[in-house]
T-cell receptor, first 113, second 110 residues
Framework: DTEVTQTPKHLVMGMTNKKSLKCEQH?????MYWYKQKAKKPPELMFV???????INESVPSRFSPECPNSSLLNLHLHALQPEDSALYLC????????????FGDGTRLSIL | AQRVTQPEKLLSVFKGAPVELKCNYS??????LFWYVQYSRQRLQLLLR??SRESIKGFTADLNKGETSFHLKKPFAQEEDSAMYYC????????????FGAGTTVTVRA
């Protein structure tokens, strides 16, 4: 299995809702990432997990809460989001060693009403 | 700090013509450089990485440390090369987080 799988593919939620995005990989990668991508813009890093521990938080608002339950899973819990949070949320993973690329999932397209 | 600059937002070429996408970077240390491609409605996927020095889909990229550049080239563009291309940099000192350039949209016309 050489893929990063993200669910759901699409999500529409109100500003008072609580929802979660899920990311899964079975490549044995110990680094996992969350990115936010707006239309026609590059991905922007949100969080980095290394060996299931949060190592980087790029000053992301607390309404986004990441979680890494085990080495294969990464969640992003959402609460009280704003319309400007509508975007494509990408998950990626990276294997160990020099020059390893990040592998991206298809993303979850999130719309906030 | 790590930074990637792609000076061209849009690039339009005719089929069979050469295409070159520019990428310059800034990083204090030994960077890892990548080119990612995003075709319409598809996931972001790796095209090339500097460490492998290979040719994928006819594309090549050479890391020039003196000019801090990693330009992407293809001698004969094809219509299926139309896509968004991102140059990206990562490094050990930043947990290998990827910093992307702004991206270049390539359109290959028949």
């Amino acid at each position: 299995d050489t893929e990063v799988t993200q669910t759901p593919k699409h999500l529409v939620m109100g500003m008072t809702n609580k929802k979660s995005l899920k990311c899964e990989q079975h490549m044995g990668h110990r680094a996992m990432y969350w990115y936010k991508q707006k239309a026609k813009k590059p991905p922007e890093l949100m969080f980095v997990y290394s060996y299931e521990k949060l190592s980087i938080n790029e000053s992301v608002p607390s309404r986004f809460s990441p979680e890494c339950p085990n080495s294969s899973l990464l969640n992003l819990h959402l609460h009280a989001l704003q319309p400007e949070d509508s975007a494509l949320y990408l998950c990626a993973s990276r294997g160990s060693g020099q020059g390893q690329p990040q592998h991206f999932g298809d993303g979850t397209r999130l719309s906030i009403l | 700090a790590q930074r990637v600059t792609q000076p061209e937002k849009l690039l339009s070429v005719f089929k069979g013509a050469p295409v070159e996408l520019k990428c310059n970077y800034s990083y204090s240390g030994s960077p890892e450089l990548f080119w990612y491609v995003q075709y319409s409605r598809q996931r972001l996927q790796l095209l090339l990485r500097h460490i492998s020095r290979e040719s994928i889909k006819g594309f090549t990229a050479d890391l020039n440390k003196g000019e801090t550049s990693f330009h992407l080239k293809k001698p004969f563009a094809q219509e299926e090369d139309s896509a968004m291309y991102y140059c990206a940099l990562s490094g050990k000192s930043s947990d290998y987080k990827l910093s992307f350039g702004a991206g270049t949209t390539v359109t290959v016309r028949a």
